[in-house]
């Protein structure tokens, strides 16, 4: 029989959230372990863990302490390390000398990783900051950072990094024609299975000053405006992807993440590159303080980060918390 007229069915969306085995079966986006990126923080010396202020819980490692702190990374199920070099005062110029050395304190933190944990991707970070005596990621001329003369530094950087045995280099700087230019020179250097994954869409943000203070790699006179985007564009991002991509980039990156995920969102549209995001040292900074405080609980105000940079369409995850959130996960699962 047919109805005589249309009905109207009330809708419940409610049903799909009633029990928590229903909430599981409906929900549409999961963060896991095997999503994160660790970033670790590497310094000279014996036996030194450093304790940062403004980023609590997370320390500046040296080189011996790298192993241990690899293998229960990779026990957690996290699948990759990022390492920043902390340079002392006397190693730093103007033009990055010290991020060539083929003995210098990066390539040898991965050379000790990759011996310890070869199963553990490590990255690189090709940026001139943290050896540099001006602290900015390019060459300084004149007050100004001039593009093609930091490339070559960038350049001879990542393939020291890449000859070490780094799995990706991951150029932060932002200067222009970047890309295509470190994959040639890894490519004469026979280095053609290390990738490249690129900050492409870098903001000037507020959000990174903790992470300076961890490096002590603040510029020294003016800020990154001229190089690092302007947080109120987004069609500069789609560009800035592009043309990364088309220069040779196997994985792009948006950084920072929480607060831009209709970036992310934008960018996981237009490529079919992987997409990371960069969960940064401010927004790590802010839940540990609110949490601090007792105003948020930590790891709910961490999966709840963590799980909407996923649902805007990032494939990985860099963030602090990538340790522990990977313990509560492990226990949640248990
Ligand atoms: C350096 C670099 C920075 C970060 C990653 N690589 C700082 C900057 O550009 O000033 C920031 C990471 C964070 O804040 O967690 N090129």
Not at 145 to 156: C, K, Q, R
Not at 215 to 240: C, F, H, I, T
Request: aromatic share 6%; hydrophobic share 40%.
């Amino acid at each position: 029989m047919t109805p005589k007229k249309f009905i109207s069915i009330p809708k419940r969306p409610r049903r799909n959230r009633r029990s928590a085995s229903v909430r599981d079966l409906t929900r549409e986006t999961m963060v896991t372990p095997a999503d994160l990126v660790y970033p670790i923080f590497v310094t000279e010396g014996k036996n030194v863990r450093e304790a940062i202020s403004s980023m609590p819980g997370i320390k500046r490692l040296s080189l011996d302490l790298l192993a241990k702190e690899c293998r229960e990374v990779a026990g957690l199920g996290i699948p990759a390390v990022a390492l920043f070099p902390k340079i002392s005062d006397r190693k730093k110029d103007s033009l990055a000398a010290e991020s060539k050395n083929p003995r210098g304190l990066i390539p040898r933190s991965v050379r000790e990783i990759k011996s310890a944990v070869p199963e553990l991707t490590v990255i690189t970070d090709v940026a001139m900051d943290p050896y540099s005596s001006d602290g900015h990621d390019g060459v300084v001329r004149d007050g100004q950072i001039v593009n093609d003369e930091t490339l070559p530094v960038l350049a001879d950087m990542a393939v020291a990094q890449a000859k070490a045995g780094a799995d990706y280099v991951a150029p932060s700087d932002m200067m222009d024609g970047r890309i295509g230019y470190i994959r040639r020179a890894l490519d004469e250097a026979g280095l053609t299975d290390t990738g490249i994954l690129a900050y492409s869409a870098k903001y000037a943000s507020a959000y990174y000053g903790p992470f300076r203070d961890a490096l002590d790699s603040a510029p020294k006179a003016g800020d990154k405006k001229s190089y690092q985007m302007d947080y109120a564009n987004v069609r500069e991002a789609v560009r800035e992807v592009l043309l990364d991509e088309e220069e040779g980039a196997d994985i792009v990156m948006v950084k920072p993440a929480g607060l831009y995920l209709d970036v992310i969102m934008r960018i996981r549209a237009v490529t079919e590159l992987p997409v990371a995001a960069y969960h940064v040292s401010g927004e790590y900074a802010l839940i540990k303080a609110a949490a601090a405080k007792g105003w948020v609980d930590e790891d709910a105000a961490v999966r709840e980060a963590l799980t909407a940079i996923k649902r805007a369409g990032a494939d990985i995850i860099f963030t602090y918390f990538a340790k522990a959130f990977s313990r509560s996960f492990q226990v949640s699962r248990s």
